[in-house]
């Protein structure tokens, strides 16, 4: 296994948190900090934050993603953005499945399915979320509730398509806890995810594929949960809107 032939990524996932007037702000502080960044660096932003964002980041090297997607181009789907909206204003990444989409807008494996394949299809790149609630862990299931959200959730996707796809592991129960896996726990689960995706693809579509970890990750833990060989990053919430913290989060995966 090659950590090197994967592409770090470090992307912040804003949740419902800055107007655009402080998405601006926030972002012309990142942006000079990260400058040489040796890594992928993303701002994942609330959708009327995104043309913002876009201007703000315009020929530096952080990249915008927006925090989700429909599946239909078009259509009766009030309150919901299409793949196309994001792409034709030059979004590239769409966070997707994340905990809290499933915990309190009745997400699914399949609406998440349905939603990678459309990102997929009109050239969008998903970060695709997983993650055990705590009474899963509890009853000692965490592998099998992965194993069932990476097969279904990319379910129909190619081996082509895969490439273009990221996995960010976040256990439910360390997201905006302040409660981290160990690092131990996170490469436990990230090289199981690894493992899932060699079964479904094959070991080198599989060890191409970037696996974050996300879960109360700062720039007090970065360090050692992405020395792990298979932790590829991090989806920061917290910490992802405090420049300095994001910054140094950034260069702990520069390394
Ligand atoms: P957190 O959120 O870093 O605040 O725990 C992570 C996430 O939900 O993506």
């Not at 997707?96 to 990102?119: C, I, P």
């Not at 790149?125 to 097969?151: H, S």
């Not at 479904?200 to 970065?222: E, F, H």
Request: aromatic share 6%.
């Amino acid at each position: 296994m090659d950590k090197a032939k994967r592409k770090a990524i470090i992307a912040g996932n804003w949740k419902m948190n800055k107007t655009p007037k402080e998405a601006k702000e926030l972002l012309t502080a990142i942006a000079p900090l990260v400058a040489d960044a040796d890594c992928e660096v993303i701002a994942c932003v609330p959708y009327v934050d995104l043309a913002v964002a876009l201007e703000a980041t315009a020929g530096t090297n952080v990249k915008i993603g927006a925090e989700n997607c429909h599946w239909a181009e078009s259509g009766a789907f009030t309150g919901e953005i299409s793949t196309g909206m994001l792409k034709e204003i030059g979004v590239e990444y769409v966070v997707l499945g994340h905990s809290e989409r499933r915990q309190y807008f009745g997400e699914t494996d399949e609406t998440v399915n349905k939603r990678t394949k459309a990102a997929l299809a009109a050239g969008l790149k998903p970060i695709v979320c997983v993650g055990e609630l705590l009474w899963e862990r509890e009853c000692n299931i965490t592998e099998e509730v992965i194993a069932r959200q990476i097969k279904l959730d990319l379910w129909d996707v190619t081996e082509e398509e895969l490439k273009n796809v990221v996995i960010a592991y976040e256990p439910v129960w360390a997201i905006g806890t302040g409660k981290t896996a160990t690092s131990d726990q996170a490469e436990e689960v990230c090289a199981f995810i690894r493992a899932q995706l060699a079964k479904l693809y094959n070991q080198d579509a599989a060890d191409a594929v970037t696996i974050q970890y996300g879960g109360s990750m700062n720039d007090g833990n970065a360090d050692e949960l992405l020395s792990k060989t298979n932790v590829d990053g991090g989806l920061i919430g917290g910490a992802s809107l405090v420049a300095e913290k994001f910054a140094a989060i950034v260069k702990a995966a520069s390394k």
